[in-house]
């Protein structure tokens, strides 16, 4: 989530002139980077607070809890990202939900699979044209509108902008983040999908990215006592590794491209880490609370299955 080369200009460019200080007021993001282990299933990297704050009233948490429940009980989304016969479905769903869903299962997987790549590569075109647009012009409105649209954040929770809890999850602003990310989602995507079918595995995805964006919001307001902006693809990848992991756990990971590990042993290494890391790292690079959200999601989403579908191991 760093803004190097715009911001170094865009803070020039403030200093020589005040006035435009007043005029054009933005935060500026605490730059981190990315910290995740490599390996031959998938490489994770995560986006973590841009500027981070002092954020610990209760009453904001409980504010946005019940903001957040009350729009996705008003919003049709909810019921055509969990469709009746998906694994977080209660069932006794309508024709047109079973009509949505029977023409996301029957869409070539491929469409689904390079139009969420496709869309990560379009937000990053994004944020490259905000920076340029900054660098260039001096112009702040087009990072401002990003930050607003494509970072999760306090802020824009309070302020209505609840969308960008799922935005975020498409939006990476280094070249690195995209491709570390990018490459973890090539890997593992297309085995998780065959397996689950494409509305069923967009339910994991979308909604463990949106997990994973609520419980970094949450954990570090509570536990890290701050705010801040995030973004990127890290939770809803892990929420789909983490699945895997519980279904097929003796499946072998090649940890940085060589160590053979078991699914089940990288997962939960990777799981401990970022726990102590949301934990006892304070100011770091890398937003660890988003990744256990991201794990804990795609738990869940197993435990679900078990359930409904009596799936045994």
């Known amino acids: 989530m760093a803004l ?7 803070r020039r460019s403030l200093l020589s002139d005040p006035h435009k200080l007043r005029l054009y007021p933005i935060v500026r993001p605490r730059v981190q980077h990315t910290t995740a282990p490599p390996f031959r299933v998938a490489s994770l990297s995560t986006k973590p607070p841009l500027n981070p704050h002092r954020l610990a009233n209760p009453t904001l948490i409980l504010t946005f809890t019940r903001g957040l429940r009350s729009a996705l009980e008003r919003s049709p989304i909810r019921r055509i990202v969990r469709p009746p016969q998906s694994p977080f479905s209660g069932g006794g769903g309508n024709d047109f939900l079973e ?12 469409y689904i699979f390079y139009a969420i790549l496709g869309v990560n590569g379009l937000v990053f075109l994004m944020w490259g044209w905000a920076q340029e647009n900054l660098q260039k012009f001096r112009d702040p409105e087009p990072l401002r509108f990003m930050f607003k649209h494509f970072t999760t954040s306090w802020t824009n929770v309070l302020e209505g902008r609840i969308w960008t809890l799922l935005t975020a999850c498409f939006s990476h602003e280094m070249t690195g983040h995209l491709l570390v990310n990018g490459m973890s989602f090539w890997f593992m995507a297309p085995p998780v999908m065959r397996m689950l079918g494409n509305s069923a595995f967009l339910a994991l995805y979308l909604g463990g990215g949106i997990a994973s964006s609520t419980f970094s919001l949450v954990w570090n307001a509570v536990v890290q006592h701050r705010g801040g902006n995030a973004h990127g693809a890290s939770g809803a990848i892990y929420s789909v590794i983490s699945l895997f992991a519980c279904l097929f756990p ?7 491209f060589i160590v053979p590990v078991p699914a089940w042993l990288c997962v939960s290494g ?5 726990l ?5 790292r304070r100011g770091g690079m890398t937003d660890s609370a988003g990744h256990v959200g991201g794990v804990l999601a795609g738990v869940a989403y197993f435990l679900r299955m078990r359930r409904g579908f009596g799936l045994k191991r």
């Open 99 to 110: 009509r949505w869903k029977r023409r996301i299962d029957r869409a070539n997987p491929d």
């Open 250 to 256: 003796n499946t072998t990971f090649l940890l940085f």
């Open 4 to 10: 190097n080369g715009g911001l170094r200009v865009f």
């Open 270 to 274: 990777i799981f401990a880490w970022d």
């Open 276 to 280: 102590y890391g949301s934990l006892r």
